[in-house]
Structure formats: C-alpha cells, structure tokens
C-alpha cells in the first residue's frame, strides 16, 4: 500500500475543500467590505472583489500543488497523518495570512483607487 498518494488525495480532498470554502465566504463577505469602503462605485467593488478570488484560488490551489513534492516518503498511517496535519496547518495560515493583508491593502490604498479612477 502506497501512504504517499492516500495522504495526496485525503490532503488535496481537505484543502481543496477549505481553500474553495474560504473563498466563497471571502468572496461574498468582500462584497459588503468593499462596497461600504467605496460607497456609489459597485462596478470597481465587483471587480476589485473579483481578481482577489481569483488570485487567491491560484496561488492557493497552486501552493497545494506544489507541496507535494517536498512530501517526505511516508512508511505508517500515523505519518499519512501527522503530514496531512501539517501541511493543512500551513495553508490554513497562509490563507488567514493572505486574508489580513488584502484587508490592509485595501484599506490603506482605497481612496487612491478611487482618485485614479475619477481622473
């Protein structure tokens, strides 16, 4: 029995899961955020909103991705798990990473967006 490609499938299950979840709930949430920071401009809210997601499923999904080949030859069902833990653990931060910084970002450079897009 091959551990490697159990715990690649059970990983890619989890975080496909988590990553495409979080970004819904981002997504639709972003929404109203941005909205209520740019109030009269829904067009450049949507747009906004949407290249975040977009670049947030591709960097994510692609992180994922790419871990696996860093996996280290596992040899029990007790190091399938101990890695998928891990390697959960680290997107789920990377994700509440991401997350705390588009919120700053768009805070701090909102009306800068707005500005450039009267002129």
Known sequence: ???NIIGYLIYLG???FIIL????ICYKNG????ADLIPNHVDIC???NH???LAYYLLNIGYCAMTLISWQKIISSTQVIETICIKTAVIIFIISILHYLNILIITKYIQKLINNNKN
């Not at 979840?21 to 819904?24: A, D, I, Q």
């Not at 929404?31 to 941005?34: K, L, Q, S």
């Open 31 to 34: 929404n109203i955020y941005v």
């Open 14 to 16: 989890i975080t496909t």
């Open 1 to 3: 029995m091959n551990f």
């Open 21 to 24: 979840k979080v970004g819904k």
């Open 51 to 53: 290249v975040l997601l």
């Open 46 to 48: 949507q747009r906004i």
